[in-house]
Nanobody
Framework: QVQLVESGGGLVQAGGSLRLSCAAS????????MGWFRQAPGKEREFVAY????????YHADSVKGRFTVSRDNAKNTVYLQMTSLKPEDTAVYYC?????????????????WGQGTQVTVSS
């Protein structure tokens, strides 16, 4: 049974930082591209970042570029999202996702596996 378990969310002041983690089990982690998405109240889920199976390729949404960094540790079956210079508009539930096809992560369609999400709240 595949599980993606996010952690590291919480309440932080604007300008602060958080690091999210997503621990994967039940799959051959090193074969999967991994992604982060978020969903704010009343809004659709949106793509945040993606990292290739090897970690050699990454892509971040324009809204987070220069502030968020995705990384992974295949030895620990874990993907991370380092978030800095947080803004109130970053408030959302953050989800990690896994897919064998990186293109499906970027477009957010037909994704193989999702985590349950972790809440990030940024106060002004």
């Amino acid at each position: 049974q595949v599980q993606l378990v996010e952690s590291g969310g919480g309440l932080v002041q604007a300008g602060g930082s958080l690091r999210l983690s997503c621990a994967a089990s039940g799959l051959t982690f090193s074969l999967y591209a991994m992604g982060w998405f978020r969903q704010a109240p009343g809004k659709e889920r949106e793509f945040v970042a993606y990292i290739s199976w090897s970690g050699g390729g990454t892509y971040h949404a324009d809204s987070v570029k220069g502030r968020f960094t995705v990384s992974r540790d295949n030895a620990k079956n874990t993907v991370y999202l380092q978030m800095t210079s947080l803004k109130p508009e970053d408030t959302a539930v953050y989800y990690c996702a896994a897919d064998l096809q990186w293109r499906e992560l970027v477009v957010g369609r037909n994704i193989d596996y999702w985590g349950q999400g972790t809440q990030v709240t940024v106060s002004s």
